[in-house]
């Protein structure tokens, strides 16, 4: 599962592979004729002619969108090229800010140690509770789940449920969505009592699935995907308020998060022509489609 | 001639890797075991590598996870292993012998994936249902006798054939019962290859992560029983280095250290093992 994560979008790598020998062309072009390349080099459907690779780096929340968006950007600017590649909230501020990527994906609010950085805020996400699928419970409160996760209640008769023990999933430390969850209720990471700790939203969903009595928390957009696929898992209100994308899109719904692009002070033509392409109307599509919600909605 | 400058400078490019990789693993370990230190990694409190001064950095509980998961499957495993590939070689007709050798080819290339997955939705709610949360070092331990039966079958299983046909009708010629035979006869000879497949299938279980990081619960606790979830030192690096930094990154890279440090002595003592056990043979 993690070995996925840190390996480059293929199809945006792919196809930006044409547009770096095209750039590459042109270059050489230059030396001898330098009025061929204003020729040659096309111009974006915002009419801005750039070229170049963009290097886009952090939250596996975040990278599948920029990778869909990246490929889309790459077929509307011949000679561009966006590589995406995941390692975590943290990693992406520490490269933007190291120069080492262009851009980083950070999946939350940026912290007053961060304000150095210029942050872009793409889209929502939000955090369910989700269930296996086959447990009688229908709401939690705010206290509960703080009972459930600091180990005070450890069966579900405890919240109204079944006598069945409570299998709490927990994620890996350096997570984005744990940060969110913890923050959220405020807790420590040394609070939490866990029965099992995962990786990434999918095996906890798998999980979740799996173990009866099992409850865990993951990212909405990936859970009701999950459920649309018919797997064994169920999205659980919080406070009364349904876990769905439309409920984040109103803001109803406390448990969400900030999908943030970030970039130090220097930012070349081309990573600017690309944020511009993320933060505009033509992105909302694609960000709609793989569960997010959109900030312009 | 030219053949051994080839295998000669190939033999040279193996020892260098290992060498190469270790100095990888040092070198990316060092600022841990400088601003930690080797003692905190045994004497800190629990595993929480979060950076900052609250950063406590126990890597005991995933040393013990690593030894008890591998340590049952190979209780699982060695006795299954070779009681079978002692039943395809003696005890059953050559159709079926040849039926479970593919078989157990089948499983060897199973991806630890696929296996993993396996584990997860079949025998963790199993397991669950005797108690939760299922996910635990039995899982673990099942999982990884899965993967390395393989392993130590067909070890065995060249050891058992390698025996000569001449040996074995002179014993029967001699009135000797089959069980006799194997006593008196198969089993001094083919101990040191015993030793090395089973050295070699638990050192595969000691690395194996895939399958391990989707059934063993992974949480940084020693386990009480076996029902308790336990986090080995390789679920340790999978779950947290894509999102490590700094001082946490390197102490997984020490963990990784670690890691190579006990197969290392691994191999060493199944070396010892075979050597001992081929020269009380020879005598």
């Known amino acids: 599962m993690e070995s996925r994560s840190s390996a480059i979008v293929p199809g945006a790598r792919l196809r930006g592979f044409g547009g770096v020998m095209l750039f590459a062309a ?26 170049g690779t963009v290097s886009v780096v952090g939250s596996s929340t975040i990278a599948p969108v920029l990778g869909e968006l990246g490929r889309l950007f790459e077929a509307g600017h011949p000679g561009t090229r966006i590589n995406v590649e995941t390692g975590g909230s943290t990693r992406g501020i520490v490269e933007a800010r190291s120069g080492r990527a262009d851009i ?9 140690n961060e304000q150095d950085l210029a942050a872009y805020l793409v889209a929502r996400d939000g955090v369910a509770l989700i269930l296996h699928s086959g447990l009688e419970v229908q709401s939690l409160k705010r206290e509960q789940v703080i009972d459930i996760y600091t180990g005070r209640i450890d069966r579900w008769v405890g919240v109204g449920g079944p006598d069945a023990p409570i299998s709490v999933i927990h994620k890996a430390e350096g997570r984005s969505t744990l940060e969110v969850f913890l923050d959220h209720f405020g807790l420590k990471p040394t609070d939490v009592r866990p029965s099992v700790v995962v990786g990434d939203n999918q095996q906890c969903i798998k999980s979740v ?3 009866p009595g099992a ?10 995907f999950a459920v649309a696929d018919g797997v064994g898992i169920r999205l659980l209100p919080l406070d009364g308020i ?3 994308t439309a409920n984040v899109r109103a803001k109803r719904y406390a448990l969400t998060r900030e999908l943030n692009l970030v970039t130090d002070a220097t930012v070349s033509p081309v990573t600017r022509a690309f944020i511009d392409f993320v933060l505009s109307s033509d992105a909302t599509e694609t960000i709609r489609d793989l569960y997010f919600v959109p900030i312009g909605d | 001639m030219l053949l051994a400058v080839i295998g000669r400078s190939a033999a040279v490019t193996v020892a260098g890797l290992v060498i190469l990789i270790a100095g990888f693993l040092l070198l990316h370990a060092q600022p841990a075991l400088r601003e930690i230190g080797f003692v905190r990694f045994f004497a800190d409190a629990s595993w929480n590598p979060s950076p900052g001064p609250e950063g406590r950095f126990d890597i005991v509980p995933a040393l013990v996870g690593s030894a008890l998961a591998t340590a049952l499957a190979a209780l699982i495993a060695v006795p299954i292993g070779i009681t079978a590939a002692l039943g395809s070689t003696f005890f059953v007709h050559r159709a079926v012998a040849r039926l479970v050798d593919s078989g157990v080819g089948v499983l060897a290339g199973l991806p630890s994936v696929v296996i993993g997955l396996w584990g997860l939705t079949a025998l963790v709610p199993w397991i669950a249902r005797i108690r939760a949360p299922g996910a635990s070092l039995l899982a673990a331990a099942l999982v990884l006798a899965v993967m390395v039966v393989p392993t130590i079958y067909v070890a065995s299983r060249g050891a058992f054939k390698s025996i000569p046909k001449t040996c074995l009708d002179g014993a029967t010629a001699l009135g000797m019962t089959r069980i006799g035979i194997l006593r008196a006869a198969v089993l001094p000879t083919v101990k040191p290859a015993l030793a090395v ?14 399958a391990v990081v989707m059934v063993a619960g992974n949480v940084a606790a020693i386990p009480r029983s076996l029902f308790d979830p336990v ?14 930094t700094g001082l946490h990154r390197s102490a997984l890279f020490a963990g990784g250290a670690g890691l190579m440090a006990l197969t290392w002595s691994l191999v060493v003592l199944g070396r010892c093992i075979s050597r001992a056990w081929s020269g009380e043979h020879n005598d």
């Open chain 1, 26 to 51: 042109l270059a050489a072009c230059a030396r001898t004729e330098e009025s061929s390349v204003a020729v040659v080099t096309s111009t974006g459907a915002a009419g801005v002619s750039v070229t």
């Open chain 2, 231 to 244: 986090r080995t030192l390789t679920a340790n690096i999978a779950l947290e280095l894509p999102y490590a």
């Open chain 2, 197 to 210: 497949g089973a050295v070699l299938a638990i050192t595969r279980a000691l690395g194996e992560t895939m």
């Open chain 1, 209 to 211: 699935a799996s173990i």
């Open chain 1, 242 to 244: 349904c876990a769905t």
């Open chain 1, 104 to 112: 980083g994906m950070v999946s939350r609010a940026l912290t007053v």
């Open chain 1, 215 to 224: 409850i865990g928390y993951v990212s909405i957009g990936a859970a009701e």
